[in-house]
Nanobody
Framework: QVHLVESGGDLVQAGGSLRLSCVVS????????MNWYRQAPGKQRDLVAG???????NHADSVKGRFTISRDDAKNTGYLQMNSLKPEGTAVYYC??????????????WGQGTQVTVSS
């Protein structure tokens, strides 16, 4: 059973920084791509950033230049460094792992989420 545990969410003032962590257990982390999503109250869950098995990253336009996704395969942990936080960044942030096997079958796992609240 694969488990993802996020941490690092907190209440922070606008302009502040937080680093979210996602610790993975129950599987080999380096066979998965990893993503961070966020969901604000009453809104859909949106992709914030992703990192491939090889380390290629992509970030949503709304966070480019402020957020950085990374991974440490030796520690089975992924990170989301968030700088210059804005009030609209208030949301529950979720870690997501995804892979496709040789048949193209997609498997994904989700964490329970961590709350980030940015005050103005």
């Amino acid at each position: 059973q694969v488990h993802l545990v996020e941490s690092g969410g907190d209440l922070v003032q606008a302009g502040g920084s937080l680093r979210l962590s996602c610790v993975v257990s129950g599987s080999i982390f380096n066979i998965f791509a990893m993503n961070w999503y966020r969901q604000a109250p009453g809104k859909q869950r949106d992709l914030v950033a992703g990192i491939s098995i090889g380390g290629t990253t992509n970030h949503a336009d709304s966070v480019k230049g402020r957020f950085t996704i990374s991974r440490d395969d030796a520690k089975n942990t992924g990170y989301l460094q968030m700088n210059s936080l804005k009030p609209e960044g208030t949301a529950v942030y979720y870690c997501n792992l995804v892979r496709r096997d040789y048949r193209g079958v997609r498997t994904e796992y989700w964490g329970q989420g961590t709350q980030v609240t940015v005050s103005s």
